[in-house]
């Protein structure tokens, strides 16, 4: 997020090689397409209409999601006082370097400062205390959808800024095995938005010890590739035991009448998401919109000239918007030309563009070009309410398979740490080992490589010995370079 930037009002204009340069061109086309600018504030964004209906269109399925499986939407402070967060030592130590703090109120010194929330276990569990009484009152399964401050060094566009949308899931259980169940069914939840809406394959596993949650007993989370090879952490779903109720003297009278202390779990999904579909799906035309997500699914160019040109148009069309009324569309009436309306829609993603022109009227039909291939057809206007709704699904299917090719043509299994470092020397994706999982391995390989581990695959044992140290082998994982 370079800040001397303009905000961006015109289109179509060049943007940096994917092939050439990944975040330049990240940059060029989240402008572009008008998803997000720069803000005054550093490190912050502003988040444009067509950037947040893209982050609606992931944001009403996931909280869907959420509500099918029980879950309460709740609102909570979004300051938090300070000696909350003292409370959880490993949870503030992970966190403090983050903080926000507001001193100040009214023109006074605060006699405690407070933080704006880097995320809100420690404020949950400290309100919570007078909502959980008795093993009667579990699972209390809450979630909320708010903003998130954390000060972070190197910004990027949704991927890291200073202020960030997301929802934040904490529940509390009377039994560890429900907490556990509830922490695997949510990280399903997050696979299917990305799998399913968003089109992105994701692997899905525990994190190691090292890249977990400050405070959690263990973490989850789904990665995507991106196209570039680096590893997006996109959702992320963590299991505490009893780390934050016993913190916060959070307890319950249990069903032998004694007091016990909840397990509880928290899960955030975040506008990390928008990122991840430019990343994932983008090309040197721009942003590559799965349908499901898109915020215009189709777009019509009439292509006329003169008045009764455009009115004969306008009323054939009368009847395709009534075939398509389920369909996000938008006719472009603009006074353009055709071709600065394709490169301008095919730079916002559209999946499909419907030409339609006095010659295609005549034959009473329409060209459908789908922005994947920029493959043509041509199809009756009667058939449009019908063929419409049919390749939306068929490009979603394509993008997705498309995704998931991408990252099986760039997963490699290694056996040797040599193996490792020559990989991400020469190669791009995510390399699978047997692993040990002490740490130590983890900071050599990232001292060569600069790749972490991104989630175990499988605690199956594996058969060969650890690939980086050589002892006895425990998981399997996978390694890449993440964001
Ligand atoms: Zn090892």
């Excluded at 926000?100 to 704006?116: A, F, N, Y």
């Excluded at 590559?288 to 997500?293: E, T």
């Excluded at 040797?416 to 050599?444: K, M, Y």
Aim: proline content about 5%; aromatic content about 10%; hydrophobic content about 35%.
């Amino acid at each position: 997020m370079a800040e001397e930037e303009k905000p961006e009002t015109g289109f179509v204009k060049e943007i940096r090689k994917q092939s050439q340069d990944f975040p330049g061109w990240y940059n060029d086309v989240v402008r572009k397409a008008q998803l997000a600018d720069n803000s005054p504030v550093a490190g912050t964004m502003i988040i444009r209409p067509y950037g947040y209906a893209l982050w609606e269109n992931i944001r009403d399925p996931l909280d869907g999601l959420i509500k099918e499986t029980g879950h309460e939407n709740w609102y909570f402070p979004a300051l938090i006082p300070l000696s909350f967060l003292q409370k959880e030592k490993d949870h503030v130590a992970g966190f403090e370097p983050e903080f926000q703090l507001v001193t100040k109120g009214g023109g006074k010194d605060l006699e405690e400062p407070l933080v704006l929330r880097p995320t809100s276990e420690t404020m949950i569990a400290t309100v919570l205390r007078d909502y959980i009484q008795s093993y009667r009152d579990l699972p209390v399964l809450t979630n909320q959808w708010n903003n998130i401050f954390r000060w972070e060094l190197r910004t990027r566009f949704f991927l890291r800024t200073r202020e960030f949308l997301w929802q934040e899931g904490h529940t509390f259980h009377e039994t560890a095995a429900e907490a556990e169940e509830e922490v695997a069914k949510m990280l399903d939840c997050y696979r299917r938005i990305a799998e399913e809406w968003c089109a992105i394959p994701v692997l899905t596993g525990r994190k190691s010890e090292t890249e977990k949650f400050a405070g959690a007993q263990y973490s989850t989370a789904i990665e995507g590739m991106m196209m570039d090879g680096k590893a997006l952490q996109m959702g992320t779903s963590h299991y505490f035991g009893e780390n934050f109720t016993r913190a916060y003297d959070l307890t319950y009278t249990g069903r032998t009448n004694e007091r016990q202390y909840p397990h509880s779990t928290s899960w955030g999904m975040s506008t990390r998401m928008v990122g991840a579909v430019v990343m994932a799906h983008g090309d040197d035309s721009g942003l590559q919109l799965p349908p499901r997500i898109a915020p215009v699914q189709v777009v019509i160019i009439p292509i006329f000239r003169g008045d009764a040109e455009r009115s004969q148009i306008e009323t054939a069309l009368q009847q395709v918007r009534a075939d398509l009324e389920d369909i996000r569309v938008k006719v472009d009436w603009r006074d353009e030309r055709p071709g600065f309306k394709f490169n301008e829609w095919e730079l916002k993603g559209v999946p499909l563009r419907i030409e339609i022109g006095p010659r295609d009227l005549a034959k009473g039909e329409a060209t459908v070009v789908r922005r994947l291939n920029r493959a043509k057809q041509t199809i009756p206007l009667g058939e449009l309410g019908v063929a419409i709704p049919a390749l939306l699904e068929e490009v979603q299917g394509a993008l997705f398979r498309r995704a998931r090719e991408f990252r099986e043509g760039h997963t490699v299994r290694v056996d040797s740490l040599d193996a490792l470092v020559r990989f991400f020397e020469t190669s791009i994706g995510f390399a699978v080992t047997a692993w040990c999982g002490r740490e130590d391995d983890e900071r050599t390989v990232k001292k060569r490589t600069t790749a972490t581990t991104r989630v175990i695959l499988s605690s199956r044992r594996p058969e060969q010995p650890c690939a980086v140290c050589g002892r006895p082998a425990t998981v399997e994982v996978a390694w890449g370079i993440a964001y």
